[in-house]
């Protein structure tokens, strides 16, 4: 969006480690493999060099200072008390400035990077390292493992994670569980299952977002003279879906380029023209795409690297219309965005309706989809006397060039024993209006074709 994009690259010094990427592998093995992307983490500088680090940082040449910045940030958290201290102590000057924006990089890094796991657990039941993870994260995880394992015959794993993470982590321990990861949703408990006969997904692990491939399909062809097919059959398409930290905002995803691709038949070039890339709501149930509309020769590609594009929302703008039944029709401009509210009413006793209509204004038209998706996952509410929302029961969309249009129905009656709400008195919703766009890269290796 015009004005309220704000664009990160998350490089391995922003996080104090390298990233970690890989493909499951066979069931035989023990763990996942794993490539780890070189980066200045193979020479991060002890804790006690930080004191003089820090004494660098108002150096006489800027070279120097620039040098123990970097150096510092290499510790990552690690750092973050002494930092906090020294800024205390010494919040003017050049060394202040740097400190202010040291700690401004370990606080983005802790709202957006990943979070880094270090375990060292050897032969120990399943429950209880899944306990340990949950307790170093700060995720849970669902169901109990008494519901995993119902008869108590759990399995014994071990991990050994050094800075890794949070779905390396998670990975590793699924692996040696015999469990598979089915849902992350923000704020929610990571959703866990007892895998089934199917062969375990390749994955990527990038930054706070996991991708995993659900199906490949793969096609050859023969062609003849004549004119292009616009509406030729893919090559080869790779479905997958992407799940984020529970820490992590609600958000949507695509791929838009490939960086390489490399099969048994070696280097293949890819005419940007014949890739296309379809993404979603990060942990939509729907699966996004990486689709090649030309052959692909082989029997497996060997190494695919892309990159992952993230939006996310940033900061939200509260539209909220008191009396709702009795307000008629409501118009606001949020975001540069034209909102508005109408159709509020009663369907039958118990049950309501209404609309919201979202016009692109001066907005570019992928700036409105984007925008779109994002309004996806934050969720227009109405409110009884009581500020309780009244539960959904349905509901329809439709998206133009120009215009989104959204119709919600709602109930009074609460579903799975909740208690029966009020009549609607509030519309509420926090929209989004800025979003916050940051890559990750991102690499497959191995992946066999049908």
């Given at each position: 969006m015009s004005g309220t994009t704000v664009c990160v690259s998350f490089m391995c010094m922003l996080v104090g480690t390298t990233l970690s990427f890989g493909a499951q592998p066979p069931a035989a093995a023990t763990r996942p493999a794993t490539t780890r992307a070189a980066g200045p983490a193979a020479t991060r500088p002890a804790i006690g060099e930080l004191k003089g680090l820090l004494a660098q940082l108002d150096a006489d040449e800027w070279a120097a200072r620039d040098a123990a910045a970097e150096r510092i940030a290499l510790l990552g958290e690690a750092a973050r008390s002494d930092l906090e201290r020294q800024l205390t102590a010494t919040p003017d000057g050049e060394g202040g400035r740097r400190i202010g924006a040291l700690l401004a990089r370990l606080d983005e890094a802790r709202l957006y990077g990943p979070t880094l796991i270090t375990l060292h657990l050897r032969d120990v039941p399943a429950r209880e390292a899944l306990a340990v993870l949950a307790a170093q994260s700060g995720v849970s995880f669902a169901p109990a493992p008494e519901t995993l394992w119902p008869a108590g015959n759990e399995p014994r794993v071990s991990l050994e994670c050094i800075d890794e993470p949070f779905w390396s982590a998670v990975q590793q321990l699924c692996t040696g569980a015999g469990l598979r990861m089915t849902r992350s949703d923000p704020h929610a408990p990571v959703q866990l299952a007892v895998a089934d006969a199917k062969p375990a997904a390749p994955y990527a692990v990038a930054g706070p977002y996991l991708l995993k491939i659900k199906r490949i399909d793969h096609t050859q062809s023969t062609e003849f003279d004549g004119p292009n097919d616009n509406n030729a059959s893919p090559g080869c398409r790779i479905s997958l879906f992407v799940w984020g930290e529970p820490k992590m905002p609600p958000g949507v995803w695509s791929i838009e380029q490939v960086d390489e691709l490399s099969t048994d038949k070696g280097l293949q070039q890819v005419d940007r023209r014949n890739f296309y890339g379809r993404g979603t709501v990060v942990g939509a149930m729907n699966e996004g795409a990486m689709t090649f509309r030309a052959d692909v020769p082989g029997s497996r590609i060997m190494r695919l690297r892309t990159t992952l594009q993230v939006n996310v929302i940033g900061k939200t703008q509260a539209f909220e219309v008191a009396d709702v039944m009795a307000a008629g029709k409501v118009q606001r401009t949020i975001g540069g965005y034209a909102f508005e509210l109408r159709d509020v009413n009663r369907i039958v006793e118990g049950r309501y309706a209404y609309?919201?209509?979202?016009?692109?204004?001066?907005?570019?038209?992928?700036?409105?989809?984007?925008?779109?998706?994002?309004?996806?996952?934050?969720?227009?509410?109405?409110?009884?006397?009581n500020g309780?929302?009244?539960?959904?029961?349905?509901?329809?969309?439709?998206?133009?060039?120009?215009?989104?249009?959204?119709?919600?129905?709602?109930?009074?009656?609460?579903?799975?024993?909740?208690?029966?709400v009020g009549e609607p008195a509030k519309f509420a919703w926090d929209v989004p209006v800025e979003t916050r766009t940051m890559s990750f890269p991102v690499e497959f290796k191995d992946l066999p074709f049908p």
């Amino acid at each position: 969006m015009s004005g309220t994009t704000v664009c990160v690259s998350f490089m391995c010094m922003l996080v104090g480690t390298t990233l970690s990427f890989g493909a499951q592998p066979p069931a035989a093995a023990t763990r996942p493999a794993t490539t780890r992307a070189a980066g200045p983490a193979a020479t991060r500088p002890a804790i006690g060099e930080l004191k003089g680090l820090l004494a660098q940082l108002d150096a006489d040449e800027w070279a120097a200072r620039d040098a123990a910045a970097e150096r510092i940030a290499l510790l990552g958290e690690a750092a973050r008390s002494d930092l906090e201290r020294q800024l205390t102590a010494t919040p003017d000057g050049e060394g202040g400035r740097r400190i202010g924006a040291l700690l401004a990089r370990l606080d983005e890094a802790r709202l957006y990077g990943p979070t880094l796991i270090t375990l060292h657990l050897r032969d120990v039941p399943a429950r209880e390292a899944l306990a340990v993870l949950a307790a170093q994260s700060g995720v849970s995880f669902a169901p109990a493992p008494e519901t995993l394992w119902p008869a108590g015959n759990e399995p014994r794993v071990s991990l050994e994670c050094i800075d890794e993470p949070f779905w390396s982590a998670v990975q590793q321990l699924c692996t040696g569980a015999g469990l598979r990861m089915t849902r992350s949703d923000p704020h929610a408990p990571v959703q866990l299952a007892v895998a089934d006969a199917k062969p375990a997904a390749p994955y990527a692990v990038a930054g706070p977002y996991l991708l995993k491939i659900k199906r490949i399909d793969h096609t050859q062809s023969t062609e003849f003279d004549g004119p292009n097919d616009n509406n030729a059959s893919p090559g080869c398409r790779i479905s997958l879906f992407v799940w984020g930290e529970p820490k992590m905002p609600p958000g949507v995803w695509s791929i838009e380029q490939v960086d390489e691709l490399s099969t048994d038949k070696g280097l293949q070039q890819v005419d940007r023209r014949n890739f296309y890339g379809r993404g979603t709501v990060v942990g939509a149930m729907n699966e996004g795409a990486m689709t090649f509309r030309a052959d692909v020769p082989g029997s497996r590609i060997m190494r695919l690297r892309t990159t992952l594009q993230v939006n996310v929302i940033g900061k939200t703008q509260a539209f909220e219309v008191a009396d709702v039944m009795a307000a008629g029709k409501v118009q606001r401009t949020i975001g540069g965005y034209a909102f508005e509210l109408r159709d509020v009413n009663r369907i039958v006793e118990g049950r309501y309706a209404y609309t919201i209509e979202v016009s692109r204004g001066e907005h570019t038209p992928a700036e409105f989809n984007a925008f779109r998706m994002t309004l996806s996952r934050s969720q227009a509410r109405l409110l009884d006397a009581n500020g309780r929302a009244l539960p959904s029961s349905g509901g329809s969309s439709s998206f133009g060039g120009d215009k989104y249009t959204q119709t919600n129905q709602v109930g009074r009656d609460g579903f799975g024993g909740a208690v029966k709400v009020g009549e609607p008195a509030k519309f509420a919703w926090d929209v989004p209006v800025e979003t916050r766009t940051m890559s990750f890269p991102v690499e497959f290796k191995d992946l066999p074709f049908p």
